[in-house]
C-alpha cells in the first residue's frame, strides 16, 4: 500500500494559513469504496485509509516512511499568488464588472 505524502491546502472556508504549516502522511486507497445495501451509505474495507499522520517536515515524514518500510509518493506544494484586495474595493468609483445587487 503506497502512502503519500503532501502539505495540506487550505480550504476555502479558510482566510488564515492554520494547520497547512505541516506535512501529512496517508494511505492511498486499495480498492474502492462499497455502498452498504441497507442504508447507502458509503464505506471502506481497508482500516488504514483513515489513518493520517502529521509531521514538522517533510524529511521528518520520508524518514518515517522509510523506517517503517512503506513505499511513498511525496507532492510538492505549488506556491501561492499574494492576493492584493481589500474591501473598499468592491465599492470604487472606476470598477470593473456589473454590480449582483
Request: aromatic share 10%; net charge positive.
Amino acid at each position: 500500500m503506497v502512502a503519500r505524502i503532501y502539505k495540506p491546502a487550505k480550504t476555502a472556508m479558510q482566510s488564515g494559513t492554520a494547520r497547512t504549516n505541516e506535512w501529512v502522511l496517508e494511505f492511498e486507497p486499495q480498492r474502492p469504496r462499497t455502498v452498504d445495501p441497507l442504508m447507502g451509505w458509503t464505506g471502506q474495507q481497508d482500516p488504514r485509509e483513515q489513518v493520517q499522520l502529521t509531521f514538522a517536515t517533510k524529511e521528518e515524514a520520508i524518514a518515517y516512511a522509510e523506517r517503517n518500510g512503506i513505499p511513498y509518493t511525496v507532492s510538492e506544494p505549488q506556491p501561492r499568488r499574494p492576493v492584493r484586495k481589500s474591501y473598499a474595493d468592491n465599492f470604487r468609483y472606476g470598477r470593473i464588472g456589473s454590480w449582483t445587487h
